[in-house]
């Protein structure tokens, strides 16, 4: 058991709008990173939060931002959804800043129309 | 060229047979990652790969660092295996990014 959490499992945002989603990470991990996952396609890296820093960034534009909070809880942010926003989203936590032992959560999927 | 090649995308099987998935990679990589994804999405992380090779009950995977190939090796296969395969890598070690491939579609017949 991963013990991840993601918040909510499922979507639908007009375009135009504003999302955030929630990630609780599993205890002891003070690591997280968000991935976007278009449908038919591998996942890809949208940012990395360590110790309430930003720590890393993917090619995702400033209207998707993140907060990790002092229990190393995340949100996820997006702002002026577009369709092609449309994705499951998945977070994953580790114990440490490198690539080592990420635990993924169930994803939350977005759907924008 | 993607950086995380997986091969075959589709693969279908016959139960009990043994399967092979590779996944080839282009650039240097702290740790390679295997996970499986069922649809609905939720990704399990089934092996984190730096070197050698790894079995876990019917899953075993490899790595040659030389070659930068890793291959998902899953023997006497179930219809429960059904899932998609991805294979992901970590580059450096400043910050935990994973690349990851597409992923390989198994679909595994009673």
């Known amino acids: 058991e991963t013990g991840v959490t993601q918040s909510p499992?499922?979507?639908?945002?007009?375009?135009?709008?504003?999302?955030t989603l929630r990630c609780s990470s599993q205890s002891g991990h003070n690591t997280v990173s968000w991935y976007q996952q278009a449908l038919g396609q591998g996942p890809q890296f949208i940012f990395q939060y360590y110790r309430e820093e930003e720590n890393g960034r993917g090619n995702f534009p400033p209207r998707f931002s993140g907060l990790q909070f002092p229990n190393y809880s995340s949100e996820l942010n997006v702002n002026a959804l577009e369709l092609d926003d449309s994705a499951l989203y998945l977070c994953a936590s580790s114990s440490k800043r490198t690539s080592d032992e990420q635990y993924f959560g169930p994803g939350t999927r977005l759907t924008v129309t | 060229k993607n950086e995380v090649e997986q091969s075959p995308q589709n693969l279908t099987a016959q139960e009990g047979e043994f399967i092979t998935i590779n996944c080839s990679y282009s650039?240097?990589?702290?740790?390679?990652?295997?996970?499986?994804?069922?649809?609905?999405?939720?990704?399990v992380s089934l092996f984190m790969l730096s070197s050698g090779k790894k079995k876990?009950?019917?899953?075993?995977?490899?790595?040659?660092?030389?070659?930068?190939?890793?291959s998902l090796h899953i023997t006497a296969s179930h219809p429960r295996d059904s899932a998609v395969y991805i294979c992901a890598v970590g580059i450096g070690t400043s910050y935990g990014k994973l690349t990851f491939g597409q992923g390989t579609i198994l679909t595994v017949h009673p």
């Not at chain 2, 240097?28 to 499986?36: E, K, T």
């Not at chain 2, 899953?59 to 890793?70: F, G, P």
């Open chain 2, 27 to 43: 650039v240097g990589i702290s740790a390679l990652h295997w996970l499986q994804q069922h649809p609905g999405g939720g990704i």
């Open chain 2, 56 to 70: 876990h009950g019917r899953l075993i995977a490899t790595i040659n660092i030389q070659e930068k190939h890793s």
């Open chain 1, 9 to 19: 499992t499922h979507l639908i945002k007009t375009r135009g709008q504003q999302v």
